[in-house]
């Protein structure tokens, strides 16, 4: 069973950072692609950055130049780097993860449960 678990969401204020981790574990052959999205309260979910293996960074127009996204491919972890944040930064951030289990399967998504960041004064 595979699961996301996520950490380092919390109450920052406006002009802070904060760093976003997110560890994959369980049955993995392979993780093609981890990224982050959020969800704001009576919004639509959105994409914030995504990061393929040997694949080029796309990151939401929102937050291009005050975040980064990174990964650590040994340990299945993203990391998302947060900087200059501004209070509509507000939600719930998921990792999302495209894995493949085991040898011939089709890779699939996976979701963490979120973390919740706060920008507030």
């Known amino acids: 069973q595979v699961q996301l678990v996520e950490s380092g969401g919390g109450l920052v204020q406006p002009g802070g950072s904060l760093r976003l981790s997110c560890a994959a574990s369980?049955?993995?052959?392979?993780?093609?692609?981890m990224g982050w999205y959020r969800q704001a309260p009576g919004k639509q979910r959105e994409l914030v950055a995504v990061l393929p293996s040997g694949g080029t960074t796309n990151y939401a127009d929102a937050v291009k130049g005050r975040f980064t996204i990174s990964r650590d491919i040994a340990k299945n972890t993203v990391y998302l780097q947060m900087s200059s944040l501004k209070p509509e930064d507000t939600a719930v951030y998921s990792c999302y993860a495209v894995i493949v289990v085991r040898l011939h399967d089709l890779p699939l998504p996976y979701w963490g449960r979120g973390t919740q960041v706060t920008v507030s004064s």
């Open positions: 369980g049955s993995i052959r392979s993780i093609n692609t």
